[in-house]
């Protein structure tokens, strides 16, 4: 079969590879139709993520139809149509029963964190979905089968598999309620679709932050918000500061690590540079109000360890971040989409086949051509 593997940084290319098999009996192979690509993916071909091989199949944002379920999977069968969650999770851990699903224990044999698709040895070891089919462990908890008298479209619905249930949960896990002053920091799909989701929670006040005008602009036609390019600002935190009266009530990060430089280059700045490392959490714990809560959305590695606590403690910020549990939320993402109360297709710009996907993380990675969201097409 063909599928999107890692061959070192900034080099992807689609390989003929071996078919997925059954291998343990609670395991399914689902023949995948849309599969996208997630600012995550982003962070393995900048070389962010250890422990990722040459040849590695990468993705997990993947919907498909099951072709093959193993002797214990007793909820899926041949034929269902799937959205399978980035994160692979057992259902009977105390962490999968509390809804913490990102961290269950026993999906990753590797270390003391859940395990995710696609993301490297470190993460589980799992072959990821940007490929014609994938092996899906644990298939009677990790999926979310699509009633079967469902019309809606695969763009429409893949978006459920990672980016759109993170943004959700990001302003969930946020406390975000009715009169908040909110600010996104980045204009990806995910700060895109966490705006939405701000209102959609009650927010008085949305602001977005970002430099690549195409996305402020998107985000100011399609989700009504005040934007702020940090580039045009001295002080990208305190002009947000002065922006709310003192700070907002919550500031969510959907920006993470962005491979220009460490953290100890980063911090050697003074922290005067606005983009950079982690300049979106810098800037954050300026800009969110005193006891306020900042979302950490974004990914950081072990790397990001050094993480200046000082405005943070002084003021009382609350913090909250993590992997989101993506499967707990799948069947009320499905009810707002399959509804149409909230529809996160305006972010997809890209729908290209699996063959051109180094085209479609050039353009995702550079914000060349428009590029919001890729969804690929095996
Ligand atoms: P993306 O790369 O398309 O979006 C990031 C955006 O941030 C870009 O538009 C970029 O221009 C902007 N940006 C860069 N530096 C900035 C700064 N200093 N201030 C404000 N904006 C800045 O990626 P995405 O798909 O939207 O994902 C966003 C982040 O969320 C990534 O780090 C991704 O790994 C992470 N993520 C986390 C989870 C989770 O479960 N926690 C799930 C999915 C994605
Ligand atoms: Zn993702």
Not at 45 to 64: F, R
Request: net charge negative; aromatic share 8%; with cysteine.
């Amino acid at each position: 079969m063909k599928a999107v593997t890692y061959q070192g940084i900034k080099n992807v290319q689609v390989k003929e590879v071996e078919a997925p098999t059954i291998v343990k009996p609670d395991d399914m192979i689902v023949k995948l139709t849309s599969t996208a690509i997630c600012g995550s993916d982003l962070h393995l071909i900048h070389g962010m993520i250890p422990n990722l091989p040459t040849n590695y199949i990468i993705g997990h944002e993947p919907l498909g139809i099951v072709e093959e379920v193993g002797s214990a999977v007793s909820k899926l069968k041949k034929g269902d149509r799937v959205i399978i969650p980035f994160n692979i999770s057992c259902g009977e851990c105390y962490y999968c029963k509390n809804h913490l699903e990102s961290q269950c224990d026993n999906s990753n044999a590797n270390g003391d964190m859940g395990a995710y698709f696609g993301y490297s040895e470190t993460t589980g070891g799992y072959p990821g979905g940007q490929a014609e089919y994938m092996r899906v462990p644990y298939a009677n908890f990790t999926s979310f089968k699509i009633p079967e008298d469902s019309e809606v479209e695969d763009e429409k619905l893949v978006l459920i598999a990672d980016a759109m249930t993170t943004a959700f949960w990001s302003v969930d896990n946020a406390g975000v309620k009715e009169g908040d002053t909110v600010i996104v920091m980045g204009c990806g799909p995910v700060g895109l679709l966490a705006q939405k989701f701000a209102w959609l929670k009650g927010a008085k006040r949305v602001i977005a932050v970002d430099y690549i005008d195409y996305r402020l602009e998107h985000a100011h036609k399609h989700n009504k918000v005040e934007t702020v390019n940090f580039e045009k600002e001295d002080n990208i935190g305190s002009h947000l500061k002065e922006m709310t009266k003192g700070g907002a009530d919550i500031v969510i990060d959907c920006v993470g690590m962005d491979g220009k430089m460490t953290p100890m280059e980063f911090l050697a700045t003074g922290l005067k540079l606005q983009g950079g490392a982690m300049g979106a959490l810098v800037a954050a714990a300026q800009a969110v109000r005193k006891g306020g809560t900042i979302q950490i959305t974004g990914v950081y590695g072990t790397r990001y360890n050094a993480f200046p606590l000082g405005d943070i403690f002084q003021r009382n910020v609350n913090l909250r971040t993590g992997q989101a549990p993506v499967i707990h939320y799948m069947p009320h993402m499905y009810e707002l989409v399959s509804s149409g109360k909230v529809d996160p297709g305006d972010i997809i710009t890209h729908v290209l086949p699996l063959d051109e996907a180094k085209r479609g993380y050039e353009i995702f990675d550079t914000k060349t051509d428009n590029c919001i969201k890729v969804v690929l097409k095996p």
